[in-house]
Structures are given as structure tokens and as C-alpha cells.
């Protein structure tokens, strides 16, 4: 008989990890060393689960490079001695940390799923047990011996998503997540079904996992409105030590033709930063060029981000920054997928 997977389930902060006193009414940090007190239903999955929490729960909204690095940091420092991980993270900036933990590893052969909740682990209605109880079977699941997943997930209500292609779209439906651009992984309902078409399987011989941790946070996002006005554009554009703009564009990629604007963007890649095209739009893609208000953008060199979504635009900007590539390099590297991250 072969012996159980090993699971890390590492808990950083969010609601999942959060019990309410029913006396009080108050929300209180879950003790995940009582896990399977709380949870019994753990026992009767097929695998051994080991917790580690961060010694201060990080709130969502409080998430920043140094967590990612640190969450990281555990998963690199544990991945021989685990057959998975699952991370638990506040869902709120669940897309950005996924994604970015996505890029940071290169070579990766064992599942890392996040997951989180909309209640808290012990509020009578919480979609916490679900999410977790199937989160850890995934990252559990093998075939032939060799993991079914082998790349950075995101699970919630039912379905497993490629994380750098999910965003959050509801603050109170369960199903907080979408991923319009690619369709999910796998589907839990009366059986747990993985879509192995869709899995991400880079070839692999033998090469060592990879962690790259050197992340450049000096970026910003331009959400293009209409009227928008050359004050504000300015305002981001002549941002000190700007090495990077993400711009989300209407439709399928368009902007202003106004000089102006197209003279300011022009300026700054002149300048060395790079401009990453994106859509506004919840799903499809970039197309540069297809229609006149988006030629001009083409041809003063902004990288086209194709389906890529917003957030992971950021954490791929970030991590490419870290790499001291040249303005060719990084724009190539910027338009062809890593991690599955773009079509």
C-alpha cells in the first residue's frame, strides 16, 4: 500500500481562518492546530496534513511583496518534504497573491492551491468547509504516482481555476471567482473531475524547482475613462522611479488618438518603462492594431498583454522587472505564457 500524501495547508490571514463567538458575536483567529477538532470530517481524507500559520494574520488588504515572498519562502523551503500545499489567503487579493506566487516558481511539479471563504470557517452557513475539504483533495490527488495538478490553483465554490487566470467578481455570492478566459481545471459536484486537456504540463527533465523572489514593486495602473484628462495622466506617467505602467484599455485594447496622449505614453517608453496593454473588459483580449484607436498604441511600442488579466498584468510585471532584461527581452517574455497565464 503506498503511503498517504503529505498536504502543508498554510494559513496567512482572511476570512476562512476566522471563528465567530456566538456569545459575543465576535469574530476571533481560528486555532488551525485544532483543525481536525473543528473540521472532522479531515480525517477521512486519504493524506497526513501539517498546518503553519503566520505568527500575525495579514489581512487581505494588507498584502504586499513581503508576504508573497514569504508565503513563497515556506512553500520552497517545505517542497521536498510535501507531496502539496494548500494557502489560505484572504479572497479579496486572492488573484493578485495567486498569480504572483505562479510566476515566482519555475519547474514546479507539486500542486499549490489557494482557497479561502466568503464566512468565516465557523458561521453556521460557511462556504470555509467546502472550499478547504476539497482544496486539500486536490492538492492530494495522484495519478500513476505523479501529481494531477502541477502548477498554482485557485478553488472556490465547486471549481478549480488556473490561479493567474481568475478575478474576483462578487464581494457576497460564494462564487467569487471567474475566469473568463479559461475554463476551470476541475469540477467537484458527486465526483472531482480534472480536465487534463487543461492542466499545465511543461516539459520537464529533471530540471530543479526554480524560485525567483526578486520583485520589483515600482508599477502602477492607468484605468482609461472617458474624459479622462492629460492632469491625470501625468500625474501616473511622471510618478519618481515608475519602471513600469499597466494600462487598461476599452474593449479590445483601444485608447484616445489624442497627441497628447499617445506623445506621453511615447515620452515614457522612450524613457525605458514599459506600458503592457490590457482590456478593461472581464474576459477576451488585446487585439493592437485591429481597429484605429489602437494602432497608435502599437506602433510606439506597447507590449500587448493579449487575455492576460489585470492581476496578473501586475505580478507578471513585477516579476519580469526582477530579471534584468533588455527592452526586446522583456517584451517578449511579457507576450509569451509561463505559466499558462495568457493564450
Not at 487579493?93 to 500542486?111: G, H, R
Not at 497627441?259 to 482590456?279: A, D, M, P, R
Amino acid at each position: 500500500m503506498s503511503e498517504k500524501p503529505t498536504i502543508l495547508l498554510i494559513y496567512t490571514g482572511g476570512t476562512i481562518g476566522m471563528m465567530k463567538d456566538y456569545q459575543t458575536k465576535a469574530l476571533k483567529a481560528f486555532d488551525f492546530n485544532q483543525l481536525l477538532d473543528k473540521i472532522p470530517e479531515l480525517q477521512y481524507l486519504n493524506c497526513n496534513i501539517t498546518t503553519i500559520s503566520f505568527e500575525e494574520p495579514i489581512d487581505s488588504s494588507n498584502m504586499n511583496i513581503d508576504s508573497y515572498i514569504k508565503i513563497a519562502e515556506i512553500i520552497s523551503d517545505k517542497y521536498n518534504s510535501f507531496d502539496g500545499f494548500v494557502v489560505l489567503t484572504g479572497s479579496d487579493t486572492m488573484s493578485y497573491i495567486s498569480s504572483t506566487i505562479s510566476l515566482m516558481f519555475e519547474n514546479l511539479q507539486k500542486p499549490v492551491i489557494f482557497t479561502g471563504s466568503q464566512l468565516p470557517i465557523g458561521d453556521l452557513r460557511t462556504d470555509a468547509k467546502e472550499n478547504l475539504i476539497t482544496s486539500i483533495q486536490i492538492a492530494s490527488a495522484k495519478e500513476n504516482g505523479e501529481a494531477i495538478v502541477k502548477e498554482v490553483g485557485l478553488y472556490f465554490e465547486y471549481k478549480l481555476f488556473r490561479a493567474n487566470r481568475t478575478t474576483k467578481i462578487n464581494a457576497e455570492r460564494f462564487e467569487a471567482f471567474a475566469s473568463m478566459n479559461y475554463s476551470p481545471l476541475a469540477e467537484s459536484g458527486v465526483h472531482l473531475h480534472f480536465n487534463k486537456d487543461l492542466l499545465f504540463n511543461p516539459t520537464n527533465n529533471g530540471e530543479s524547482l526554480v524560485f525567483r523572489k526578486n520583485l520589483i514593486k515600482d508599477v502602477a495602473i492607468l484605468k482609461l475613462f472617458p474624459g479622462i484628462t492629460k492632469r491625470v495622466v501625468e500625474a501616473i506617467v511622471n510618478i519618481p522611479d515608475l519602471k513600469g505602467l499597466i494600462l487598461e484599455t476599452y474593449g479590445s485594447g483601444n485608447a484616445p488618438t489624442e497627441t497628447w496622449f499617445v506623445s506621453l505614453l511615447e515620452k515614457i517608453i522612450k524613457k525605458g518603462i514599459h506600458i503592457v496593454n490590457v482590456t478593461q473588459c472581464i474576459g477576451g483580449s488585446v487585439l493592437l492594431g485591429l481597429y484605429e484607436t489602437s494602432t497608435d498604441l502599437k506602433n510606439i511600442g506597447i507590449i500587448n498583454g493579449k487575455d492576460i488579466t489585470t492581476e496578473t498584468a501586475v505580478a507578471k510585471m513585477m516579476y519580469l522587472l526582477g530579471e534584468n532584461l533588455t527592452k526586446t527581452e522583456f517584451k517578449q517574455y511579457f507576450e509569451t505564457s509561463l505559466r499558462g497565464e495568457i493564450s
